[in-house]
């Protein structure tokens, strides 16, 4: 294990719950169709967490840090280049003893950040939920499933819920459509959700209502991967915040340090890009001194990512990649200015 990887799961001690790890995690996207010589892009460079039962870890940063790949990977959508992926201790991409999909789809599930184009809409509701109870929960026959499907649906706050059950997808808002995704998911009796920007689309007013529901269902023992944009809701709705950039986790650990006392230049400009009533824009300011283009990383890049924007970079930073502080007890940063 890396250094890296050692210092995020020194964090905490190891106790009796489901687990879902990811250990120095790599992921090359090839650019071209060349047979020889072909160059790539570096989507996720060395990134660590574990996720244990109960608890959620929320990952923030801009469209194209990785996020979104960090979650598909532990799904299987996509390859691993290197690392390691782990379900309770077990590796997910062992190609000498793998893990069933069907079994791997029981313990981990998706919600995705369109609640529009994530259901079918030529199949009822009911279809929607049937489908994975009937592969997942064998033991479940004839009307048991119909039960336990209304079940679902009254969980996630769907009622009535037979007359929900019958709709098409069209005949519901967005936020209840988000909330069907919900019930899929966690009817197949998953252990832990990867939410994928589950409140990005629906109106402000109902936001709040989903994060509820989803802070119960994590009280209940679920585990959640939460990636969002929005630091403030990963501060409310998540123990732990990992914050990502081009690939990279810059800055981690407990969501009250992380974005109370930010100490990544990366993450200083997240947090001051959140809009407050009454804050003026001031001059000078860290979004001022962060313009430009984000860097396209490859496996030739060396330094650190955010050296071209950073208002703080010296010439080492363009050559060297900082070494993991520790700045707390579970908050950690990679940044040569910290110190």
Not at 261 to 290: C, F, W
Not at 328 to 334: L, P, T, V
Request: aromatic share 6%; hydrophobic share 35%; with cysteine.
């Amino acid at each position: 294990m890396n250094t890296l990887s050692q210092t995020v799961y020194e964090h905490s001690p190891v106790i009796d719950k489901d687990t879902l790890s990811v250990d120095d995690l790599v992921i090359d996207f090839a650019l071209d169709n060349a047979l020889f010589n072909r160059k790539y892009m570096r989507a996720v460079n060395g990134v660590s967490f574990t996720i244990k039962s109960g608890e959620a870890l929320a990952v923030v940063g801009e469209s194209g840090s990785g996020k979104s790949t960090c979650a598909r990977a532990l799904t299987r959508l996509y390859e691993p280049t290197s690392g390691n992926l782990s379900l309770n201790g077990k590796n997910i991409n062992d190609k000498q003893n793998p893990i069933k999909q069907a079994d791997l789809a029981k313990e981990i599930q998706m919600i995705f950040q369109d609640p529009f184009g994530s259901l079918n809409p030529v199949h009822t509701i009911r279809h929607h939920l049937y489908r994975p109870i009937k592969l997942h929960m064998p033991h479940l026959k004839g009307e048991a499933i119909e039960n336990y499907m209304i079940q679902m649906l009254e969980k996630v706050g769907l009622t009535p819920a037979k007359q929900t059950a019958d709709k098409y997808p069209h005949e519901l808002s967005g936020g209840q459509r988000q909330r069907v995704a919900i019930a899929r998911a966690v009817a197949t009796g998953a252990k832990f959700i990867l939410a994928d920007e589950p409140i990005s689309m629906l109106d402000v007013s109902i936001r709040l209502g989903i994060l509820n529901l989803m802070s119960d269902m994590k009280d209940e023992g679920i585990g959640f991967l939460y990636i969002t944009h929005d630091i403030a809701t990963a501060r409310y709705f998540a123990e732990r915040t990992a914050v990502m950039y081009v690939g990279h986790m810059v800055e981690w650990g407990e969501s009250d340090s992380v974005t109370q006392n930010p100490q990544h230049p990366y993450t200083q400009l997240l947090i001051s890009a959140v809009p407050e009533v009454g804050k003026k824009r001031v001059e000078g300011s860290i979004k001022d001194k962060t313009q430009g283009q984000i860097p396209l990383w490859t496996p030739e890049s060396i330094g650190c990512p955010f050296a071209s924007r950073c208002p703080k970079a010296t010439e080492k930073c363009s050559l060297e990649m900082p070494p993991v502080q520790q700045l707390g007890e579970d908050h950690f940063a990679r940044c040569f200015a910290i110190g």
